[in-house]
């Protein structure tokens, strides 16, 4: 059910202004703590009667602020934090972007040129609450009013319905509010927590970190090609999710409206929490962040042809590592793997990206996927075919002198989406070139 109330839109979209706002606000009134800048604190011992309760807070707080990804999802430990910091009344106030405004252009018989915007902005705000800590995040996206039509070029990029006709070499726009959840955790026994998350717009614990929030893939303003085989539940209109963990582990499980969103992009695409998942994390040192996940998405996607909506069993594992480099401030690398199974047919997808930066200011990023689709993926009159079709991306962005906060940028990328040759008549060839062109907006990076 696809809820249009201008009321309803209002108020999600005051509470995560709020939020933004408010950290936008205080971000130069609390100086950030300070230690090895790849570092996160080790875990705090959560048992009574060693520390005060207000410092065992602010300890927990900085050991787990830097390998929070999406949702409840984890990064390593030693990941850089890109944001606004502060505090106010007893809040942590963070506020986090990324902004593109980038010309693209696909080669090939289904190619296109375009200009827009790329975008999201993120607030969180968190405090202690009786043994716990309580917080709050709003994200929203521009993308409805900044990428025309059904989406920017993405050459081999499928998913969602636009005029009632699957996307396909498009990637879509985000949803304007991506996120408005809630989150609180607390200890349940010595070196063991419990944790709730959840929201209206929120994230289950399916998949590895969304590329919004990947390192790795912080410096690309391109979606992946298995974004909807890997992360694409990283925008869900209903979430519940329950879970425990150490200090090096996570077991959760989430209940969750499974189904895509339409292309009403300013809604909320409310439905049944029907869908189910569960994931494991485990990070065995502050430099890797390792998770495999399943769940069953009811009614996931639209059908073919106007038929019935589509359930998919979808199962991912994934890796995120980072190795110190020297003059280097940080190589981050992921790997990931995705499988959606669905009545008759099943697909796979396989992602390497990593990104390389050095002194905060030169960035060479690259990303290799192979997945497989089938021709109603793809919208070509080839039923459900099955195809392997394969992109190469790579490309350099140049940071520029930090002002109030904020990092401008230039950069430039190039791509090869590679086809079988069944698919030759289609594309115009087995292989496509892209260029993308951009400037780019992020906030300075937290020193922690």
């Known amino acids: ?29 609390a100086p950030a703590p300070h230690q090895h800048e790849h570092q996160a604190p080790a875990p705090q011992d959560d048992h009574a009667g060693h520390e005060s309760p207000q410092a065992a807070h602010e300890g927990h707080d900085m050991a787990t602020m830097a390998r929070e990804g999406s949702g409840t999802s984890w990064l390593p430990e030693a990941s850089p934090i890109y944001a606004w910091h502060g505090a106010r009344a007893g809040w942590q106030l963070m506020g986090h972007f990324n902004a593109f405004v980038q010309f693209l252009h ?232 995705g499988r959606n199974a669905e009545a008759g047919h099943a697909s796979n997808a396989f992602l390497v990206e990593s990104s390389l930066t050095l002194r905060d200011r030169d960035t060479w990023f690259g990303r290799f996927e192979a997945t497989g689709k089938t021709g109603h993926d793809l919208d070509l009159a080839l039923g459900e075919a099955a195809f392997t079709v394969s992109k190469l991306q790579g490309g350099y962005t140049r940071a520029f002198a930090v002002r109030r906060g904020v990092v401008p940028g230039v950069g430039g990328g190039l791509s090869a989406g590679i086809v079988p040759s069944e698919l030759v008549p289609a594309y115009g060839g087995r292989v496509n070139l892209g260029v993308a062109l951009f400037v780019t907006l992020r906030p300075a990076r937290v020193m922690m």
């Open 1 to 29: 059910m696809s809820v249009h109330r201008g009321s309803v839109i209002a108020r999600a979209l005051g509470a995560a202004a709020l939020v933004w706002a408010t950290s936008v606000q205080v971000r130069a009134q």
């Open 106 to 337: 696909e080669s090939g018989d289904r190619g296109a040129d375009q200009g827009g915007s790329i975008n999201w902005f993120m607030g969180m705000a968190q405090r202690p609450l009786s043994r716990g800590r309580l917080a709050f995040r709003g994200m929203l996206s521009l993308e409805p009013f900044t990428i025309p039509g059904c989406g920017y070029p993405d050459l081999l990029a499928s998913g969602e319905q636009c005029d009632g006709e699957p996307i396909h070499d498009r990637q879509h726009p985000h949803d304007l509010v991506m996120e408005l959840s809630a989150q609180y955790d607390a200890p349940l026994a010595r070196g063991l927590r419990w944790q709730v998350f959840g929201g209206p717009a929120a994230e289950p614990a399916l998949g590895p970190v969304a590329f919004p929030h990947r390192p790795s893939a912080m410096a690309n303003p391109i979606a992946p090609l298995s974004h909807h085989w890997l992360d694409a539940t990283h925008v869900a209109f209903g979430v519940v999710t329950a879970g425990v963990y150490g200090a090096r582990w996570k077991a959760e499980t989430s209940v969750f409206n499974g189904r895509e969103p339409d292309e009403h992009r300013t809604d909320f695409d409310f439905g049944a929490l029907d869908s189910m998942s569960a994931r494991l994390s485990y990070s065995p040192r502050p430099s890797l962040a390792l998770q495999v996940s399943g769940g069953r998405l009811a009614e996931a996607e639209a059908g073919e042809d106007g038929g019935p909506r589509v359930d998919v069993t979808r199962t991912t594992a994934s890796a995120i590592f980072h190795t110190g480099v020297p003059g280097a401030r940080l190589w981050t690398s992921t790997i990931a793997w």
